[in-house]
């Protein structure tokens, strides 16, 4: 079993930052493949970003469109971050972070996630 706990949300006025910690517990091993995903109100859950091991140590990102060039993820033993800089009103959601054993083509699909948090709340102000 693995168990994710989201923390760093919180509040901010249009362009300023936010770093989201996501820490994982219990069989981490098999976590080859990690993301973050966000939920505004109204709207469905949507990819942001995987983080994914390629092997030999080698870790690699893939980012959602809208992100363009603002976010950054990266992974640590047990936890994945999210830098997010830039920031606007529309990146107002609750973001989730998310893993799995594998994901095809390098981006966890929300279909594929076999492991979820609970959920932070980032809100930017305009």
């Known amino acids: 079993q693995v168990q994710l706990v989201e923390s760093g949300g919180g509040a901010v006025q249009a362009g300023g930052s936010l770093r989201l910690s996501c820490a994982a517990s219990g069989y981490t091993y098999r976590l080859n493949c990690m993301a973050w995903f966000r939920q505004a109100p109204g709207k469905e859950r949507e990819g942001v970003a995987t983080?994914?091991?390629?092997?030999?140590?080698?870790?690699y990102a893939n980012y959602a469109a809208f992100v363009k060039g603002r976010f950054t993820i990266s992974r640590g033993k047990d936890t994945v971050y999210l830098q997010m800089t830039n920031l606007n009103p529309e990146d107002t959601a609750m973001y989730y972070c998310a893993a799995a054993a594998l994901c095809r083509y390098g981006v966890l699909t929300s279909g594929s996630v076999e492991y979820w948090g609970q959920g932070t709340q980032v809100t930017v102000s305009s």
């Open positions: 983080i994914y091991d390629g092997g030999s140590s080698a870790f």
